[in-house]
């Protein structure tokens, strides 16, 4: 970029640091030096918005950063680690001061609250583009993988469903959703996602496998069921929605299928599914209830893990599950379908 490149990192990106966050060396030079307390491991994850396709041009930038940063501290959450350093390669059409302190304003709201330090990145010229990469640190061996579900785990939701696929749809789609009331409550859970970090700690002793959902709960599910060759059943009566979801459908703005249907393949909910083993489950029940006050930490039993019946299991040691046959819903025990499609960039 021009010469304002390194003016920009000095005047937005470059804060003074309260505490050394296990950063020997921050922004300003090649690299980053960072230090991994002994025991853990460091897990490493990134997200890029593309302007157009993750986000409408004219969006606020203040959600914008924040929900940059939001979708990757949700990756981190997922693996049960705690997030602590942050990286932010930024191309930008031109230098707009406004927008970049709106930007900065909502990334570090949401960086600040976790604890998360800003240790380096790039900043280039360009169609708007952001991509962030987040780092955290785990207990060794401790962290949530996809691949730990079994038959009997039971499936869990760390919140409400749906509402960030109706948010999206009530912007696509504006004309078909005009009895939708209470956008704003849509729109907010779509854009100012709050990821799951504080959840994550606690899961890290009980879950069997994790995965956050962004492309919607099925095709999130289908990952934790192929990598864990297992397939699974989701009670619909279960899947838990907001006040405002639930006013929709009791004043017949959408139906209870529609519902089930945002819940199921919306997708950008940002929140986390996983897998408890039955026998850890009172435990675990007993934990969250005892911090109810904290509504960070919720979980809703929606469905359970099952085998794959041994007529459908393939010769080969791994395979991928039939996505038509790996999730099972039923409602009050009777089979119900429900189209499964989620979330692709390339569909
Ligand atoms: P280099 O050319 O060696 O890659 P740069 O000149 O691109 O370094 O960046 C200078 C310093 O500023 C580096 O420490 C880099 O990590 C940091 N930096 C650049 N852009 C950003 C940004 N958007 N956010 C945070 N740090 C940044
Ligand atoms: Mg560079």
């Not at 300003?28 to 002994?38: E, T, V």
């Not at 785990?138 to 079994?150: E, H, S, T, Y």
């Not at 779509?190 to 970090?197: C, D, F, H, I, N």
Request: hydrophobic share 40%; charged share 20%; aromatic share 8%.
């Amino acid at each position: 970029m021009s010469q304002g490149e390194f003016d920009i990192i000095h005047k937005y990106f470059d804060r003074p640091a309260e505490s050394e966050q296990g950063v020997t060396l921050g922004i300003g030079d090649d690299c980053a030096i960072l230090d991994i307390p002994d025991g853990y491991q460091l897990v490493v994850t990134t997200d890029s918005l593309v302007s157009g396709v993750h986000f409408f041009e004219d969006v606020d930038p203040y959600r914008l950063g924040y929900k940059a940063l939001a979708v990757n501290l949700s990756d981190i959450a997922a693996m049960g680690a705690e997030a602590k350093w942050v990286s932010l390669a930024i191309t930008l059409p031109s230098i707009d001061e406004h927008w970049l302190s709106q930007f900065c304003r909502g990334f570090f709201a949401l960086a600040d609250k976790y604890n998360v330090r800003l240790i380096g990145g790039d900043t280039t010229k360009g169609p708007l583009s952001i991509t962030v990469s987040a780092k955290g640190i785990v207990k060794r061996g401790q962290a949530l993988r996809r691949d730990g579900a079994r038959p009997g785990d039971l499936l869990c939701v760390s919140g409400v469903l749906g509402d960030g696929g109706l948010g999206l749809a009530v912007k696509l789609f504006s004309e078909s959703c005009d009895k939708i009331n209470n956008k704003q409550v849509f729109i907010d859970a779509l854009e100012l996602t709050e990821p799951r970090l504080i959840l994550a700690q606690q899961l890290a002793s009980y879950a069997s496998s994790c995965i956050d959902i962004s492309d919607g709960l099925s095709q999130d599910l289908i990952h934790i069921l192929n990598k864990s060759q297992c397939h699974a059943q989701i009670e619909l009566e279960k899947l838990p929605f907001s006040a405002a979801m639930k006013q929709q459908i009791q004043q017949g703005h959408i139906s209870q299928l529609q519902a089930w249907q945002f819940a199921v393949s919306g997708g950008d909910d940002y929140e986390l599914l996983f897998t408890v083993p039955a026998e850890k489950m009172p435990a675990f029940q007993q934990l969250i209830s005892t911090q109810l006050a904290n509504s960070e930490l919720v979980c809703y039993q929606i469905g359970k893990i099952t085998a794959i019946p041994a007529s459908t299991q393939k010769e080969s040691i791994e395979f991928s599950v039939d996505s038509k046959q790996a999730i099972t819903f039923t409602h009050l025990q009777q089979p119900m379908d429900l189209d499964k499609a989620g979330w692709d960039h390339f569909k």
